[in-house]
């Protein structure tokens, strides 16, 4: 034992070991360099390619996997190996996302998430103007504030709001001018 870790440590005695070691080794970069754009394509079709960077990770996951194989003397055996992994990597990559449950996961939106959100002032602010707010809309008439309601919070519009209350647009849209008067007289913040 103690002799083979000496043989590791110093290397390999025989030249042509070395030389076979290097040729292998060159043999298997430049399978991997001739494999690179088919594995691409291979998981482009399932991404499509708006997914270039998890395109590029996969292949390199693929790679990582393959990389005591590419040296194999058969080039054949090597492709079909290198796709057996790439296909493993496919399923491994839907087994996480199910298990990570990343269909829903909100993407990360820098004008929605910026770290000023955080500020813990900003978020006094708004639930103090959020509050205001509720407090004016329901100090609106009923029907005034019904109409609100159905315009700018459910989104429907002019038309089938005045179909659902059984009125008229233009007293909708006057309803609407009534409503938007009153919040905005009520929910001016002192400063």
């Given at each position: 034992?103690?002799?083979?870790?000496?043989?590791?440590?110093?290397?390999?005695?025989?030249?042509?070991?070395?030389?076979?070691?290097?040729?292998?080794q060159?043999?298997?970069?430049?399978?991997?360099?001739?494999?690179?754009?088919?594995?691409?394509?291979?998981?482009?079709?399932r991404?499509g390619p708006?997914?270039?960077a998890?395109?590029?990770?996969?292949?390199?996951?693929?790679?990582?996997?393959?990389?005591d194989?590419?040296?194999?003397?058969?080039?054949?055996?090597?492709?079909a190996?290198?796709?057996?992994?790439?296909?493993?990597?496919?399923?491994?990559?839907?087994?996480r996302?199910?298990?990570?449950?990343?269909?829903?996961?909100?993407?990360?939106?820098?004008?929605?998430?910026d770290?000023?959100?955080?500020?813990?002032?900003?978020?006094l602010?708004?639930?103090?103007?959020l509050?205001?707010?509720?407090?004016?809309l329901s100090t609106?008439p009923?029907?005034?504030?019904?109409?609100?309601?159905?315009?700018?919070?459910?989104?429907?519009a002019v038309?089938?709001v005045?179909?659902?209350?059984g009125?008229?647009?233009?007293?909708v849209?006057?309803?609407?001018?009534?409503?938007?008067?009153?919040?905005l007289?009520?929910?001016?913040?002192?400063?």
């Amino acid at each position: 034992m103690l002799l083979e870790h000496e043989q590791f440590m110093e290397g390999p005695r025989d030249a042509s070991a070395s030389e076979q070691g290097r040729r292998a080794q060159a043999r298997g970069a430049a399978l991997a360099a001739s494999l690179n754009e088919p594995l691409a394509g291979f998981f482009r079709r399932r991404l499509g390619p708006c997914q270039e960077a998890e395109v590029e990770d996969l292949v390199q996951e693929v790679f990582v996997r393959a990389a005591d194989q590419l040296s194999l003397a058969e080039e054949e055996h090597a492709r079909a190996y290198v796709f057996r992994v790439a296909a493993s990597v496919w399923i491994d990559r839907h087994r996480r996302r199910q298990a990570r449950r990343a269909d829903r996961h909100v993407p990360f939106d820098p004008d929605r998430h910026d770290g000023e959100g955080l500020d813990l002032a900003r978020q006094l602010d708004a639930r103090e103007a959020l509050r205001i707010a509720t407090q004016a809309l329901s100090t609106l008439p009923e029907r005034t504030r019904a109409i609100f309601i159905l315009r700018r919070i459910e989104g429907l519009a002019v038309r089938e709001v005045a179909h659902r209350l059984g009125l008229s647009t233009s007293a909708v849209e006057k309803h609407m001018v009534r409503a938007l008067e009153h919040l905005l007289a009520h929910t001016r913040i002192p400063r």
